[in-house]
Each structure stands twice: as structure tokens, then as C-alpha cells.
């Protein structure tokens, strides 16, 4: 897990211990629970916009039949205005990509429509103009469905200004009609921010609750890969183990089977490790273990190779599309990396620094044989390169005539 993860997690874990009851995020998980509900937000705002001219213009029909002489007043205001308005509006709010400017958008279209609201009350000629004023209720109801809280707070506030305003200027309206109509107002005004706060609540807590969990699943996959991987991996060296060696080995003969290629197996053995044990004592053998594993490492060259730890002090080298020539090359290229290492070793007869002997097996293509007769081919070949004095590489022959070519 990475940093920028490690601290957001932590800062999940504090948000979900202390609440976020002002509906605030720390910045840099503000920024995440934002862009994580971008596009669907940007869609339900776009859905609400186009559906809010239908429901606006829909009211004509309420203009008509309160007062048909304002009608085409009410149209100009309802259509020529507002639905220009709404699509430009949406036009930007697709176009910016700037999710959390597209929440305020909000409150800029909802004051628009307030507006119109407030002027078809005041500019009507009967008495019954001035209940338009109740239009304001459908506003709130209307956005309070999709608004984030802050947006439809401020929202709401403004939508008190544009009733109040049309209750001072409208004298001729009955003081039981202002009463009622302002506290029905406030009391939707009250359920509405309600509603959004609990919804916008409800969202942010189940946005940390599933972060918690993407990192905890993250976390258990990581652990199950580092898990895997120790129980493929050799503890002393940090190479394959005969475990993931019988895996590769046998994944590469069902491969050979069906193709052109050839297969190589190495067997190497690090000469008179005993004697070096008993020399420099197995601390300083385990070193020297894991520096013959580095270097066998760093001498395959190819995703195809693999060397892989066969035991005590023997290693498995596998290389996957190899021939005789290409596999000696190999051998030898690590007898003399291993060498040059330099770790002396004077328990040895065969130098007076640590080398290593190999057996050398290859399978030819459409030749199929189990494991263990092409690991015994390589074991066979390698105890000749150690009969023959060691700090040298052996090739098994081909199993039709037998035995080991020189080495």
C-alpha cells in the first residue's frame, strides 16, 4: 500500500471516528468523494435541467386558467427566458469539468426561476396573481430531489428573499394568505434540508464505509500475494524453491509438447561446500549461498529462464527455449561469474575461491518425458563434472545413445 493510500485511509478512519456532521470532508477526501460521483452527478443534474422545463412550461396551463390576459407574459418569462437559460446552463455544466462548480449551478438556476416566479406575482392585474407565489413550494420540492445540502441551503434562503419580497409588495394581499403561505414555505423549506441532509450524510458515509473496504480488500490481496509468494520463494536466498521449480518445469514440458522448441536444465552444485562450511562456519555460508543464487540470478537473461534453489547447497536452473549450444553458454557464463566473485575458499581442491560444477540436460521438441528422467539426465551429468574434478559443466548425452558427453 503506498503512501497517498496509508494517508487517506487513516484520514477515512478519523472521519468515520469523529462524523462529518457540516457535511465537510478533509480536503484531500473531499476532492475523492467529488470526482467519485462526478459523472453520475453531472448526468442527474443534465436529467433534472431538461426536465425542469418541461415541468416549468407545464405550468402555463395553471397561467392560462388563473389569468389568461398574462399568458403570453408567463410564456415569454417560462419559455423564452428560462429554457435558453437552462440549456446554456447545461451546456457549460457538460462541458466544465469541474464537478463541484456543477452543485452551485444549482442554486444559479433555481434563483432564475424564483425570479420569474416573484415577477408573474407582482406584474399580475387580480389579486389571485399574488398566490403564484406559491410556485416557490414547487421550486424547493423540485430541487431539493437531486441538490446537495449547502447548495440548497443557500438556495432556500434565496427563495425566502424572492417570497418575502413579493409579500411586501403586494398590499393587496390578504394577511391570513401572507401568514399561510410563508409559514408553508418554511415548513417545506425545513423537511426539504432535511432530506438533503440525511441523503448527502447517507452518501458520504457509505463513500468511506467502501473505501475502508476497497482497503481492506486491498490490503488482504496484498497480503495473499506476499503470502503466495513466500510459499514459492526460498527464505534464505529470495530465489524460487522446489516447490515453484516443479511448477515451472513441468508448465515448460506441457508447452514443449506442443511446439518446435527445445528445454534446458542446469543442476548446479557450489564445489566443497562442506569444507567451507567447516572453514568460515554457516553464517558465512549462508552469504555465500545467497551470493551464488544472485549471481545464477543475474545470469539469465530471458523471462523464459528460471533458477530456482534444489537444495542445500544445489541449485536448478531452467531454461525455456534452449539448445545444447545456447544452455553450455549459459553454464559456463555463470562458472565464471560465480568465480570471479572472488569468495575464498581454502577447503577447496579445485581453486582457491568458491566455483561451482554443473550437469547440463536438454529435451529435444516432440520428445516427452517426465520430470524426473530429465532431472536424473542432469543429476548424472553433473556427478560426472564433479568425478571429472569439479569447476566445470557437464552435458548430458542424448537419452537415445546415453550416458554423458565430455565435459
Known amino acids: ?50 426536465n425542469s422545463m418541461l415541468v416549468f412550461g407545464g405550468i402555463l396551463l395553471t397561467d392560462y386558467l388563473m389569468e389568461p390576459g398574462q399568458l403570453g407574459w408567463s410564456a415569454a418569462l417560462r419559455v423564452g427566458l428560462y429554457a435558453p437559460f437552462i440549456l446554456s446552463a447545461l451546456v457549460i455544466l457538460h462541458r466544465l469539468s469541474y464537478p463541484e462548480l456543477n452543485e452551485w449551478m444549482v442554486v444559479l438556476v433555481g434563483t432564475v426561476a424564483s425570479a420569474i416566479v416573484a415577477v408573474l406575482a407582482l406584474s399580475g392585474t387580480t389579486a389571485v396573481s399574488f398566490t403564484k407565489v406559491v410556485e416557490l413550494i414547487i421550486v424547493v420540492v423540485y430541487v431539493a430531489v437531486f441538490a446537495r445540502f449547502w447548495p440548497m441551503a443557500l438556495l432556500s434562503a434565496v427563495v425566502l428573499v424572492f417570497h418575502m419580497t413579493v409579500m411586501v409588495l403586494a398590499p393587496d394581499l390578504i394577511s391570513g394568505l401572507r401568514l399561510g403561505s410563508t409559514l408553508l414555505l418554511i415548513t417545506t423549506i425545513s423537511f426539504a434540508l432535511y432530506g438533503c441532509y440525511v441523503r448527502e450524510r447517507n452518501d458520504r458515509h457509505a463513500f468511506l464505509l467502501d473505501l475502508k473496504e476497497q482497503a481492506m480488500r486491498a490490503s488482504l490481496n496484498e497480503a495473499n500475494l506476499r503470502l503466495a509468494e513466500m510459499v514459492r520463494t526460498d527464505a534464505l536466498t529470495g530465489v524460487a524453491n522446489r516447490r515453484a521449480f516443479d511448477d515451472f518445469l513441468s508448465l515448460n514440458q506441457d508447452e514443449l509438447a506442443m511446439s518446435s522448441r527445445k528445454l534446458a536444465l542446469l543442476l548446479v552444485d557450489v564445489d566443497h561446500f562442506k569444507a567451507f562450511n567447516d572453514s568460515y562456519g554457516h553464517h558465512e555460508g549462508d552469504r555465500c549461498l545467497c551470493a551464488v543464487a544472485n549471481t545464477i540470478d543475474a545470469c539469465l537473461r530471458r523471462p523464459v529462464d528460471m533458477v530456482a534453489r534444489w537444495g542445500g547447497e544445489e541449485f536448478a536452473v531452467v531454461l525455456g527455449d534452449a539448445d545444447e549450444q545456447m544452455a553450455r553458454q549459459v553454464a559456463r557464463r555463470i562458472c565464471q561469474a560465480i568465480q570471479a566473485l572472488a569468495i575464498p575458499h581454502e577447503g577447496s581442491s579445485c581453486a582457491p575461491v568458491v566455483t561451482v560444477s554443473i550437469g547440463m540436460a536438454v529435451q529435444h521438441a516432440g520428445l516427452t518425458r517426465a520430470n524426473h528422467v530429465l532431472i536424473q539426465a542432469a543429476d548424472e551429468a553433473l556427478y560426472q563434472a564433479k568425478a571429472a574434478g569439479r569447476n566445470r559443466v557437464c552435458l548430458a548425452a542424448d537419452p537415445k545413445s546415453g550416458g554423458v558427453q565430455a565435459c
Open 1 to 50: 500500500m503506498n503512501t497517498a493510500t496509508s494517508l487517506e485511509q487513516v484520514l477515512v478512519d478519523q472521519t468515520l471516528e469523529g462524523g462529518f456532521r457540516w457535511l465537510r470532508f478533509p480536503a484531500m477526501l473531499e476532492r475523492a468523494f467529488v470526482e467519485a460521483h462526478a459523472d453520475e452527478r453531472t448526468f442527474k443534474l443534465i436529467l433534472a435541467g431538461l
